[in-house]
């Protein structure tokens, strides 16, 4: 089983900055994807950022230019760099991974969540 565990969440004032940090954790082989996404107050959740294993990135346009996503492939980890934040980033923060995972004798696709971080800007 592969469990995602967010951290770096917290409260900020507008224009401050913060670093999520999400670790995967469990029977890895492999991981493909690594994303974060996050669900404001009466919203979807959406898509922020992700990265791929070549580390393509790709940015939701509400966030191009100020936030930074990267990996550590060797520790399983993503992470996310928000900087210039706005109260209309407040929301919880969600890290999402895929890849293969060792099950029983062999291995299989693996899509995982982490439970959330929350992430306050105040105006």
């Known amino acids: 089983q592969v469990e995602l565990v967010e951290s770096g969440g917290g409260l900020v004032q507008a224009g401050g900055s913060l670093r999520l940090s999400c670790a995967a954790s469990?029977?890895?082989?492999?991981?493909?994807?690594m994303g974060w996404y996050r669900r404001a107050p009466g919203k979807e959740r959406e898509l922020v950022a992700t990265?791929?294993?070549?580390?393509?990135?790709n940015y939701a346009d509400s966030v191009k230019g100020r936030f930074t996503i990267s990996r550590d492939n060797a520790k399983n980890s993503v992470y996310l760099q928000m900087n210039s934040l706005k109260p209309e980033d407040t929301a919880i923060y969600y890290c999402?991974?895929?890849?293969?995972?060792?099950?029983?004798?062999?291995?299989?696709?693996?899509?995982?969540w982490g439970q959330g971080t929350q992430v306050t800007v105040s105006s």
């Open positions: 999402n991974a895929d890849g293969i995972a060792k099950y029983g004798l062999g291995s299989r696709y693996f899509a995982a």
């Open positions: 990265i791929t294993s070549g580390g393509s990135t």
């Open positions: 469990g029977s890895i082989f492999s991981i493909n994807n």
